[in-house]
Nanobody, 120 residues
Framework: QVQLVESGGGLVQAGGSLRLSCAASGNIFSINVMGWYRQAPGKQRELVADMHSSGSTNYADSVKGRFTISRDNAKNTVYLQMNSLKPEDTAVYYC??????????????WGQGTQVTVSS
């Protein structure tokens, strides 16, 4: 089992920055994908960015050029640096991990979520 704990959300004005962190613990396999999803009120959860343990990344078009995902494999931690924030970035941000179990058909792992609110 894997546990994910997020931190770093909060309230920021439009144009500001925030950095989210997600620390994983438990039975972690070295090959995995860690990422961030978000869910705004009344909307479906959507991928923001993810990063394979090999270093490859994937971003939603809406955040390209503004958000940067990174990870420290030694610390089993993934980060999301969010710059030039917009009110439409307001959402609960969830950390996610997928590993071999997921790719074999089992559930992936989720954090509890952290609120990001961007005021105009």
């Amino acid at each position: 089992q894997v546990q994910l704990v997020e931190s770093g959300g909060g309230l920021v004005q439009a144009g500001g920055s925030l950095r989210l962190s997600c620390a994983a613990s438990g039975n972690i396999f070295s090959i995995n994908v860690m990422g961030w999803y978000r869910q705004a009120p009344g909307k479906q959860r959507e991928l923001v960015a993810d990063m394979h343990s090999s270093g490859s990344t994937n971003y939603a078009d809406s955040v390209k050029g503004r958000f940067t995902i990174s990870r420290d494999n030694a610390k089993n931690t993934v980060y999301l640096q969010m710059n030039s924030l917009k009110p439409e970035d307001t959402a609960v941000y969830y950390c996610n991990m997928k590993d071999y179990a997921y790719w074999a058909g089992k559930d992936d792992y989720w954090g509890q979520g952290t609120q990001v609110t961007v005021s105009s």
